[in-house]
């Protein structure tokens, strides 16, 4: 199977690492244009597949959307009728700060960029190096580093729950986009907590 990542730095680079590793051909894109993924290349070899924004998007069905939600802007609106987008970002400003979206989640923006795209929010609770270093295929699934999603679509996220599971984390379904958001989100229960799947599910039972 094949997947696209719009981003190459601290989380769409190490996904592509992740995902490589466990088969699958990725395409991945930066700002600065393929030439400047050579160095992927040279570590991931044929399995990665550095290209534009546009050919990216035609080369699969799963797109990992990972640059700084405060860049959004710089994508173009694109069509992608039943693509499924994962929505890595969060609202923060570039001094670290974070943006106050009131009753708004941070995918409405991602969605309006990806008209006709399933959102699945995913990988944004997550410190770059412990999704670099603490996946383990050998923990059963309750004992698992937790990554958490949300999605209005069951089939899409059922999708990106395996891909969570073939890299070694545990995925725990934290409902639709938009009430799964408020739990995944900066100020969420989950967000940037170093839990298995077992911790994740009491404290959302908890809250
Ligand atoms: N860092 C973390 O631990 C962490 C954890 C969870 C979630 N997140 C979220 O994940 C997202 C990415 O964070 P990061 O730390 O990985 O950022 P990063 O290391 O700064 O990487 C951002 C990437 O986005 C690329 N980019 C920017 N604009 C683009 C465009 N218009 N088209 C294509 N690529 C573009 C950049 O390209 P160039 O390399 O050419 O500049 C760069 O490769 C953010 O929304 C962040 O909130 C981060």
Same mark, same amino acid.
């Given at each position: 199977?094949?997947?696209?990542?719009?981003?190459?730095? #601290?989380?769409g680079g190490n996904l592509a690492r992740l995902l490589v590793k466990a088969g699958y051909d990725i395409a991945l894109v930066n700002s600065r244009g393929p030439a400047s993924l050579k160095s992927?290349?040279?570590?991931?070899?044929?399995?990665?597949?550095?290209? #534009?924004?546009?050919?990216?998007?035609?080369? +699969?069905?799963?797109?990992?959307? +990972?640059?700084?939600?405060?860049?959004?802007d710089s994508l173009p609106v694109i069509n992608v009728p039943g693509k499924i987008i994962v929505d890595t970002t969060n609202p923060y400003k570039a001094d670290g700060s974070f943006y106050d979206l009131g009753n708004d989640i941070s995918s409405s923006r991602v969605k309006e960029h990806f008209p006709g795209g399933n959102i699945v929010k995913a990988f944004n609770t997550i410190w770059f190096k412990h999704l670099a270093e603490s996946g383990n295929t050998n923990l059963p699934m309750d004992q698992r580093r937790v990554i958490p999603i949300a999605g209005d679509d069951s089939d899409a996220k059922a999708k990106i729950s395996r891909l969570i599971e073939e890299i070694g984390f545990g995925p725990l379904d934290t409902g639709s986009l938009r009430e799964g958001s408020k739990i995944q989100g900066i100020q969420g229960v989950l967000y940037n907590r170093q839990l298995t799947v077992k911790e994740a599910i009491a404290l959302v039972k908890k809250t």
């Open positions: 199977m094949k997947i696209s990542i719009i981003g190459a730095g #601290n989380i992927f290349v040279d570590e991931l070899g044929t399995k990665l597949h550095p290209l #534009n924004l546009e050919d990216a998007i035609a080369y +699969s069905d799963i797109i990992i959307l +990972s640059i700084h939600w405060r860049t959004i």
